[in-house]
Each structure stands twice: as C-alpha cells, then as structure tokens.
C-alpha cells in the first residue's frame, strides 16, 4: 500500500532555533501535498501545501521543501517559538484520498 | 464560528453498546471524511463521502455505518462496540474529492469503550 513516513518521530529544539521535519513518501503519482500541525486536544491544522511543480514554498516563518527525485519532503520552522510544540503531519494526495505519515512530535525548549 | 463541528468531544461506552458521532461543515464543501486516530497519533481514511455519494470506504469492519443527510453533514455510527475501537476519530471536509484541496479538520471525538 501507499505510505507517507517520517524520519523521526520526536525532535527537540532550542527555543530561537530553526526546526527541520522530514518527510517521506512512497506513491510517485502523488502530487500535492500538505503539512499539518495538531495541538493537544485539537484536530489537525493547515499549514502550507506545495504541488508537484515547485520545490519550494514559503509561509510565515515556515518552508516546504520538495524533492521529487527522492519522494522527500521537508518542513523547516524559522525562529521556533514555545506555541509551535505540536504534532506535525506530512500528507500527500493519494486518488481522492490524503494519506497521512505517522507524526513527529516537535517539542520546544526554554 | 467553526468551520468543521464535530459532537460529541468525548464519548465513553461499554462493550457492545451502539453509538453515533454527528459532523457538520459551514464551508460549503462538498466532499466530508472520516479518519481514525489511533494512540500512536496514526491518522488513517475510513469513508469520504462526494454530494452524499461515498466515495472511498477503506477497510473498515461493517459494524461502521457513515450517513450523510446532506452534503454539509457526515455522521458516523458504529454498532457493538468493540475495545479497539478506542480512538479519536476526526471528521474533516475538503472543495473538492480530496485532490488538489487541503482538508480542514474538526476537533476530533475522543472514544473509549470500556
């Protein structure tokens, strides 16, 4: 089956400090895809998208990275702040479907 | 006001006991979903309905029943709970059959089964 995987699935950063989320995923057909963030208690959240005919996209303070070649994709978080500890999920179009990866836990320290 | 509404936000049960989780969207989109999230945060489809049309329905036991009234509403009913199906379920909608348009997530419904 189709899958979307993380490289890993905790991170720690420096609060001030850039965070970069990796994503991978498997169906070389997909060609959109989103990145969301889901706080305690909270449904997951937009935070960028990026289709296949570009390789980057840039948001407040965050960017998609996208390399096809591989089936990689990337979020980088600029200046990370206490409120962007969050659950962040990569998900690509699958058919009339979003298969979603497993998740890394983004935790900001003091 | 919410976008994607989903009741209730918890939902606790015994064993066996049948129950129904409502969804409903102001955004005028036409295509609603139902995705479970189990402990481990793993979201994953169960059903995507198009103008009350389903669309996907993923390999989910029987004992789950999607019904849409209309296109801005997706509710889920589920027969003789089971253990495993503990899980926070979300109800998401999207513009169009999920290609090419984010979804935007309710809440999520938190359901033990004791």
């Known amino acids: 089956g189709e899958s979307v995987g993380l490289h890993l699935p905790t991170l720690s950063v420096q609060e001030g400090d850039n965070s970069i989320i990796n994503c991978a995923y498997s169906n070389s057909a997909s060609d959109y895809f989103i990145w969301y963030k889901q706080e305690s208690g909270k449904g997951p959240q937009f935070i960028i998208d990026i289709r296949s005919n570009m390789d980057k996209r840039q948001g407040q303070r965050v960017t998609v990275l996208l390399n096809k070649t591989v089936k990689h994709l990337s979020l980088q978080i600029a200046a990370t702040q206490p409120g962007d500890s969050a659950v962040y999920f990569c998900?690509?179009?699958?058919?009339?479907?979003?298969?979603f990866g497993p998740g890394t836990r983004l935790s900001v320290l003091p | 006001d919410t976008a994607v509404s989903q009741t209730p936000k918890y939902l606790v049960t015994q064993m066996g006991n049948d129950k129904s989780i409502k969804c409903e969207q102001n955004l005028g989109h036409d295509t609603m979903y139902w995705y479970k999230q189990d402990s481990k945060k793993f979201l994953k489809i169960m059903f995507s309905y198009n103008n009350k049309e389903l669309i996907i329905n993923e390999t989910v036991p029987n004992r789950f029943s999607p019904k849409s009234p209309d296109k801005a509403h997706l509710n889920l009913h589920i027969n003789s709970l089971e253990l495993g199906d503990s899980a926070v379920y979300f109800c998401?909608?999207?513009?169009?059959?999920?290609?090419?348009?984010?979804?935007?997530f309710g809440s999520g419904t938190q359901l033990s089964v004791l």
């Open positions: 998401a909608s999207s513009a169009y059959r999920g290609r090419d348009e984010k979804l935007f």
């Open positions: 998900a690509a179009n699958y058919g009339q479907n979003f298969v």
